[in-house]
């Protein structure tokens, strides 16, 4: 009832209509997701707690940044108040026109040739138009350290219950392997240039894709200044490969290269490091593991198991030297590539 209440507010100063139906559609990282119905159309909302009130303007400015720049970016709606936001006790409700994603059932190879040539197209802007300084520096041994304390205390919590099912022995056979790879890590300094301001979360569930082509990105909350060689190794990891590093997605993530070179040539050496520094965070990051701890769902189960995948396969450094030098080859051999 509390919830309707607080709908029916938001309604009346966004200007949506009346109120017919909310309904709760996910739990995101730092917000909820709510799905509204009213007489006008239909709209998602996203309520944040009252200590995210800067992240929350900050990303506004993000969405609006990569507007200008003639990309297809979902925006929020203003309120009566001419405001991007609302508040309401202690949670901040933004709004967005509600937009309907069609399912992929089968990613062709010209798809990942559309995501790459998307992100070039994100990253050639945004180095144009806003880079902030010519380098960032990651030190593996000082990120890792922090890491590995609070792996220990989860593992600890883990074990410490009485009985454990399949998805808990799987949690804890990924925080295992993650601390017996971060205890070998030596003191170990990376820089990679190019740094510029990054959507930060780049993936198929951030893009609405219909008939082969990206019309939409949204959820620019993980925006952040970082180089567009670690964006691009996160891309190439997390979804050209996605926990299944065979000859086939290998053959994917080239046409994914083949569309992101059309905007920005890249420099293999440069790549191979940012590709060291992303297969060093799938084993320095417990995110899912702590979420799920804290409350199990299906849809983390399931990133668990495809952790793993790529825990077991990356933690054979040759796998890792073969990874790397495949898709530098690629660009050596394709260094005209436009």
């Known amino acids: 009832m509390r919830t309707n209440l607080l709908f029916n507010r938001v309604c009346e100063k966004f200007n949506l209509g009346l109120l017919k139906h909310a309904s709760k559609i996910n739990n995101g990282f730092s917000s909820n997701c709510y799905k509204l119905v009213t007489s006008k159309s239909k709209y998602l909302v996203k309520v944040y707690t009252i200590d995210k009130l800067k992240n929350v303007t900050s990303t506004a400015k993000t969405e609006f940044f990569f507007k200008k720049g003639n990309l297809p970016v979902l925006t929020r709606i203003s309120n009566l108040d001419e405001s991007d936001h609302l508040i309401i006790g202690g949670n901040i409700f ?62 600890d919590i883990l074990c410490s219950k009485k009985r454990m099912n399949k998805q808990g022995r799987l949690a804890v056979y990924n925080l295992m392997v993650k601390i017996d790879y971060l205890k070998k890590i030596l003191l ?115 990133l668990m198991e495809k952790e793993k995948q790529a825990l077991n396969y990356f933690v054979n450094i040759n796998n890792l030297n073969n990874f790397t030098e495949r898709i530098c080859n690629f660009l050596n051999k394709n260094k005209d590539l436009i």
């Open 94 to 155: 933004i709004v967005f026109p509600y937009v309907v994603i069609p399912k992929i059932k089968k990613w062709q190879k010209e798809l990942y040739y559309e995501l790459g040539d998307f992100l070039g197209k994100m990253h050639r802007y945004s180095i144009k138009v806003s880079s902030k300084n010519n380098f960032e520096t990651f030190n593996l041994d000082k990120t890792a350290s922090p890491s590995l304390r609070s792996m220990y205390l989860l593992l």
């Open 188 to 302: 170990e300094k990376f820089i990679l240039p190019d740094v510029t301001l990054i959507h930060g979360d780049f993936h198929p569930g951030n893009l609405c894709i219909k008939d082969n082509k990206i019309k939409m990105i949204y959820d620019f909350d993980s925006y952040c200044f970082r180089s567009i060689y670690y964006e691009l190794a996160k891309v190439i990891i997390g979804t050209c490969f996605n926990g299944s590093f065979d000859d086939k997605n290998f053959v994917r993530t080239e046409y994914f290269l083949r569309g992101y070179q059309r905007h920005v040539i890249l420099k293999p050496n440069i790549l191979r490091t940012a590709i060291q520094i992303c297969h060093f965070e799938v084993f320095n990051s417990f995110w899912i593991e702590e979420k799920w701890s804290k409350k199990p769902t299906i849809e983390l189960v399931k």
